[in-house]
Nanobody
Framework: QVRLVESGGGLVQAGGSLRLSCTASGSTFSLNAVAWYRQAPGNERKLVAGINSGGITNYAPSVKGRFTISRDTAKNTIYLQMNNLKSEDTAVYYC????????????WGQGTQVTVSS
Protein backbone atom coordinates (compact mmCIF):
# COMPACT_ATOMS: atom_id res chain seq x y z
CA GLN A 1 0.00 0.00 0.00
CA VAL A 2 1.24 3.45 -0.88
CA ARG A 3 1.90 5.62 2.12
CA LEU A 4 2.45 9.37 2.08
CA VAL A 5 4.40 10.82 4.99
CA GLU A 6 4.76 14.55 5.55
CA SER A 7 7.20 16.03 8.05
CA GLY A 8 8.97 19.22 9.02
CA GLY A 9 6.14 21.27 10.45
CA GLY A 10 6.28 23.11 13.73
CA LEU A 11 5.76 26.36 15.56
CA VAL A 12 7.54 29.37 14.14
CA GLN A 13 7.31 33.11 14.58
CA ALA A 14 6.05 35.32 11.79
CA GLY A 15 8.84 36.01 9.35
CA GLY A 16 10.49 32.68 10.04
CA SER A 17 11.09 29.70 7.78
CA LEU A 18 10.31 26.00 7.67
CA ARG A 19 11.12 23.23 5.22
CA LEU A 20 8.56 20.49 4.76
CA SER A 21 9.34 17.07 3.34
CA CYS A 22 7.12 14.40 1.85
CA THR A 23 8.01 10.84 1.03
CA ALA A 24 5.92 8.14 -0.55
CA SER A 25 6.62 4.49 0.04
CA GLY A 26 5.56 2.03 -2.61
CA SER A 27 5.33 4.53 -5.42
CA THR A 28 7.54 6.56 -7.73
CA PHE A 29 5.55 9.45 -6.43
CA SER A 30 8.03 12.20 -7.07
CA LEU A 31 8.16 11.52 -10.80
CA ASN A 32 4.54 12.59 -11.22
CA ALA A 33 2.98 16.02 -11.14
CA VAL A 34 2.81 16.53 -7.39
CA ALA A 35 1.73 19.28 -5.08
CA TRP A 36 1.54 20.61 -1.57
CA TYR A 37 -1.84 21.44 -0.07
CA ARG A 38 -2.93 23.01 3.17
CA GLN A 39 -6.05 22.99 5.26
CA ALA A 40 -6.76 25.52 7.94
CA PRO A 41 -9.45 24.86 10.58
CA GLY A 42 -12.90 25.28 9.12
CA ASN A 43 -11.59 25.60 5.57
CA GLU A 44 -11.29 23.30 2.59
CA ARG A 45 -7.97 21.81 1.62
CA LYS A 46 -6.31 24.02 -0.99
CA LEU A 47 -3.39 23.57 -3.32
CA VAL A 48 -0.52 25.93 -2.56
CA ALA A 49 2.31 24.73 -4.80
CA GLY A 50 2.75 22.25 -7.62
CA ILE A 51 5.59 20.83 -9.69
CA ASN A 52 5.00 18.87 -12.88
CA SER A 53 6.97 16.01 -14.32
CA GLY A 54 9.06 18.48 -16.29
CA GLY A 55 9.98 20.48 -13.22
CA ILE A 56 7.72 23.44 -13.94
CA THR A 57 6.42 24.94 -10.72
CA ASN A 58 3.33 26.96 -9.93
CA TYR A 59 2.05 28.62 -6.80
CA ALA A 60 -1.07 30.02 -5.26
CA PRO A 61 -0.95 33.82 -5.28
CA SER A 62 -0.90 33.91 -1.49
CA VAL A 63 2.43 32.08 -1.30
CA LYS A 64 4.16 33.07 -4.53
CA GLY A 65 7.56 34.54 -3.85
CA ARG A 66 7.70 33.04 -0.35
CA PHE A 67 7.32 29.29 -0.92
CA THR A 68 9.41 27.04 -3.15
CA ILE A 69 8.49 23.50 -4.13
CA SER A 70 11.21 21.10 -5.21
CA ARG A 71 11.88 17.39 -5.43
CA ASP A 72 14.65 14.85 -5.20
CA THR A 73 13.67 11.95 -7.41
CA ALA A 74 16.55 9.83 -6.14
CA LYS A 75 15.04 10.06 -2.66
CA ASN A 76 11.44 9.99 -3.94
CA THR A 77 10.86 13.09 -1.85
CA ILE A 78 9.31 16.46 -2.44
CA TYR A 79 9.97 19.57 -0.39
CA LEU A 80 8.32 22.85 0.41
CA GLN A 81 10.60 25.64 1.54
CA MET A 82 8.52 28.27 3.28
CA ASN A 83 10.02 31.66 3.99
CA ASN A 84 8.65 34.86 5.49
CA LEU A 85 5.86 32.90 7.09
CA LYS A 86 2.67 34.69 8.07
CA SER A 87 -0.02 33.85 10.58
CA GLU A 88 -2.38 33.03 7.71
CA ASP A 89 -0.04 30.22 6.66
CA THR A 90 -1.07 28.32 9.78
CA ALA A 91 -2.57 25.04 8.61
CA VAL A 92 -2.00 21.33 8.24
CA TYR A 93 0.09 20.73 5.14
CA TYR A 94 -0.30 17.68 2.92
CA CYS A 95 1.38 16.38 -0.21
CA UNK A 96 -0.17 14.33 -2.99
CA UNK A 97 -0.44 14.17 -6.74
CA UNK A 98 -1.53 17.40 -8.38
CA UNK A 99 -5.28 16.84 -8.44
CA UNK A 100 -5.66 19.24 -11.36
CA UNK A 101 -3.89 16.60 -13.47
CA UNK A 102 -4.35 13.21 -11.83
CA UNK A 103 -6.49 11.58 -9.22
CA UNK A 104 -4.99 11.81 -5.76
CA UNK A 105 -3.27 8.90 -4.08
CA UNK A 106 -5.39 7.43 -1.34
CA UNK A 107 -5.25 7.52 1.54
CA TRP A 108 -3.86 11.00 2.11
CA GLY A 109 -1.11 11.24 4.65
CA GLN A 110 -1.63 12.62 8.13
CA GLY A 111 -0.12 15.93 7.18
CA THR A 112 2.22 18.13 9.17
CA GLN A 113 1.05 21.02 11.31
CA VAL A 114 2.50 24.45 10.67
CA THR A 115 1.70 27.11 13.23
CA VAL A 116 2.88 30.68 12.75
CA SER A 117 2.69 32.97 15.74
CA SER A 118 2.37 36.69 15.21
Amino acid sequence: QVRLVESGGGLVQAGGSLRLSCTASGSTFSLNAVAWYRQAPGNERKLVAGINSGGITNYAPSVKGRFTISRDTAKNTIYLQMNNLKSEDTAVYYCNRDVRINAPMNPWGQGTQVTVSS
